[in-house]
């Protein structure tokens, strides 16, 4: 048996802020994929890929277990899934802006902006419905037709998966108060809850659905900044502009959207853009023009500047 995990990190116990960064995410989410894998491969599983959104401590983890790495493509969700893998489960995971208010750290793909040119999504929708990072996980994997059958994450992601996966197991990391608050789960409880909602879960891989999408397929984009929406339509084949800040185009296919979708930069030269497979810049997420983000001086470089402290560089 063939299992995918795909590993965020804003999503896991004890996180609630860019400003920690990411140093406990790390910690705390490799606990729990260490506990997972161990106890999927002690019960029937020979192999597992873990697609990094992040960095983890690989050294960490059993020598069975492959990651997938990547400058993100057009499918960065779901990159090597066509080898053939029974179902896809998800860690870390987050609520998605545009949904309830109280979810901690709530993005979709680009969280919320540091800079003018990190202009952050406001609101995705796919077909009239508001989908975030669990949908669009799960709205690829069922191009394979691979079932999502395990979640953890915020309570409020934990939500949006059981209503858009009927019979899907999930385990709360948090629970989300406001954007930069939770209440946490002891990370070893999470961990431990996890691997045996993991081992339960193989029994369900024939019992959940994969989540496909009907053509044709509309999207809707709303962006922080008028300037991104700009970028969007100058870049994505046949977009409209339904308002300042808001795109829209309809696709034949979910396959057609998938590969239009993008890139988190556009491509700086001829060998990137060839290896990311880009014939032109492209995309809902790819960021254009010079880049001026700067993480929190929580990152170990001096030199950069503490966006919280400066308006998130809407100044």
């Known amino acids: ?37 161990e106890k999927l491969l002690a019960n029937g599983v020979d192999e597992i890929l873990i697609n990094c959104f992040h960095i983890m401590q690989y050294h960490s983890f059993p020598k069975q277990v492959r990651f997938f790495h990547s400058e993100p493509t057009h499918d960065f969700f779901t990159p090597c899934l066509e080898e053939g893998f029974d179902a896809v489960m998800i860690t870390g995971m987050h609520a998605m802006s545009g949904g309830v208010d109280k979810g901690c750290w709530r993005h979709t793909v680009l ?7 990190y202009s952050s999504i406001e609101e995705m929708r796919i077909n009239g419905k508001p989908v975030g990072e669990t949908a669009l996980i799960a709205m690829f994997a069922g191009l394979h037709k691979v079932p999502v059958v395990f979640l953890s994450g915020d309570y409020w992601a934990c939500e949006e998966a059981k209503a858009l996966i009927p019979g899907i197991l999930t385990v709360e990391t948090k629970k989300g108060m406001s954007f930069y608050s939770a209440v946490s789960r002891h990370p070893q409880a999470v961990a431990e809850e996890s691997a045996e909602k993991t081992y339960n879960a193989l029994k369900c891989i024939n019992k959940i659905d994969p989540v496909l999408v009907k053509s044709p397929v509309k999207v ?4 922080t900044f008028a300037e991104r929406a700009a970028d969007a339509i100058a870049t994505i084949k046949n977009a409209i502009r339904i308002d300042e800040r808001t795109i829209g185009v309809e696709y034949k296919s979910f396959v057609e959207f998938k590969n239009n979708f993008g890139c988190m930069r556009a491509p700086e ?14 995309g809902f997420i790819t960021r254009t ?12 470089y001096t030199e950069q500047e503490d966006f919280a402290l400066s308006g998130w560089g809407n100044k």
């Open 289 to 300: 023009g010079r880049e001026p983000y700067r993480p929190s001086p929580t990152y170990p």
């Open 269 to 282: 030269d001829i060998l990137h853009q060839k290896d990311a497979g880009f014939e032109r810049v492209t």
């Open 111 to 117: 969280p919320p902006p540091m800079s003018r040119a």
């Open 1 to 37: 048996m063939k299992v995918y995990i795909v590993s965020d990190l804003e999503g896991v116990a004890c996180v609630f802020s860019r400003r920690e960064g990411y140093v406990n995410a790390m910690e705390y989410g490799t606990m729990e994929l260490v506990a997972i894998c």
């Open 220 to 223: 809707e984009v709303v962006y």
